[in-house]
Structures are given as structure tokens and as C-alpha cells.
């Protein structure tokens, strides 16, 4: 009996690094989320598009283990991870921004990164006792971290700062800073560039470029389609809580149903901020 030929890898299709299947979530009985189903290509930046109230920020909430869904299942990579909490999903290396800024208003920009550090040894109170130079070197090194996270988004100069202080914008780049001092492998960011002005735009747009270059796969929701065209290889449309088309934008620039549905709000709401 001779074997199936195992077929060659394709290679031109990367992997997911995340993905999700029949998703449904309800809230007050009312469907937020309906079915979305899609996935995430690894070590690609994704945008995540649809019209207000489409269920993106729901999806992503769902994601990242900050809320549960009724249905469906979701993987990262291989490992079926539905209705992890957050925390669990992070040491998988998910981390996730927020549409609205969630800095910790009352400690300096240096501080909301240091709460932000992945397994810090010295949240044992028996590291404390038992291995205190084990706690301080880490210590340390989450400080070296954290000043060379602040200085590459450019936040070094406002280190002992609160962020309560910080513009609108620069509170999109500590969000950012903050999920990116655990050194994430998959990034999800809700509306990174919202409120912020073009100049910034093209900054943030410059960093999430610079994390698709060393590995990292960011699934983003966008408003902006020039943005999306500019940075993201691939595009995910949600409308009424369903995956309504997947592809790159130009592609789905074509498709009759995406802009009827859709294209033409968010062109629509793109011109108007
Ligand atoms: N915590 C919540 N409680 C009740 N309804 C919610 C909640 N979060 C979202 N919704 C509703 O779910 C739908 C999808 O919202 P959301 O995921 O924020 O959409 P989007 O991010 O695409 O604008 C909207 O109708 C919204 O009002
Ligand atoms: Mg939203």
C-alpha cells in the first residue's frame, strides 16, 4: 500500500498566528459578534475594518481574553485558547492596546511601563525573601527595557512624567510602549491612530512597520484606509458581527457587496476624522 503523497508546504500562505471560528457574542440579548470567523497570518500586519458598532472592538476584546464569548472557538497558533483570561493569553505572547488609552494617570510614563513587564519575579513575596538578587536583576532589566522601549517611541524625555500629563498623543504611544514592553509575538491594536494628527500617524504607522520587521503579527482595527492601504497587507471586514470578506484592500476595493456594505461609510468617515 503505497501512502498519500504528503502535500508540500505553501509557502506563499502563512501560517495563522491567530484565528478564530464561529464567534458569537450577545449582549442584553442582542447579537454583537455572529459567526466571525478568520485568521491572522503570521508575521503580517492585518487591519480589521467595518462600520461603527460592526463588533471589532467586541472581536478583539474577545481575543485577547479581556471578555468571554458565548460561541464559537479561538486558536493561538495550534492551541485552542477560547475564553482564556487575558493573563494566560499574554504568556502565549498576545498583548492588546485600547481603543480609549488606559494609562495609569497617576504614576510617571516610566511606571505605567514597569506594571506592564512580563513575569516579574518579585510578584512572589517568597522570591522576595528567598532570591531578592534574583528579584533586583530583574528589576534592573525591566528599567533597561523600559527606557529603551520609551526612547524608540520617543517618550524617553517624559520618563518621570505622569501620564495623566501627556497629550492625546502621546498617550497612543505609551498604550502602544505598554504592550510592547512584554515583548509581545502578536500584537491586536484597537484604533491606534485615532485622534491623533497626520504627522503622528505616520509615526505610529512607522512603529508598527518596525514590529512587522522583527516578527511581530499585528491584527489592527483602522479607520483610515490610506493607512490601511500604506501598512496593512491584509484586510478583515466585519459587518453585523460576520466576517464579510477577507483579501488585500485593493481586491476588496472590487468587490461589490464590501463597498456597498461598507467601503463607503469608512471613506466616508475617514474624511470627516
Ligand atoms: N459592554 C457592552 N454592553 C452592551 N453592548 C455592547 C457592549 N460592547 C459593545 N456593545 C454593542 O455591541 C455592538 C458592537 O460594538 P463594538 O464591538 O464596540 O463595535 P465596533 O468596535 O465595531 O464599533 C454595538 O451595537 C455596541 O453597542
Ligand atoms: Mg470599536
Redesign the pocket.
Known sequence: MTADPVPAPDRTTPRAALSCDGIT?A??G?R??NGATFAVPEGLVTALI????????????ILSGS?TCDGGTERVGDAEVTNWPSHRIARLGLMRTF?LSRELGGLTVLENLLVAAPGQAGESLLNVFLRPSLVRRQERENVERALDVLDTYGLFHLRDNRASDLSGGQKKLLEISRAVMASPRILLL?EPMAGVNPALIERIGGHILDLKATGVTVLM?EHNLNVVERICDHVIV?AE?RTLATGRLGDLRENAEVVQAYLGEVIDASTHG
Open positions: 457574542k449582549f442584553q442582542v454583537a459578534v467595518g462600520p461603527n458598532g460592526a463588533g471589532k472592538t467586541t472581536v478583539v476584546n471578555m481603543q484597537d482595527i466585519l458581527g
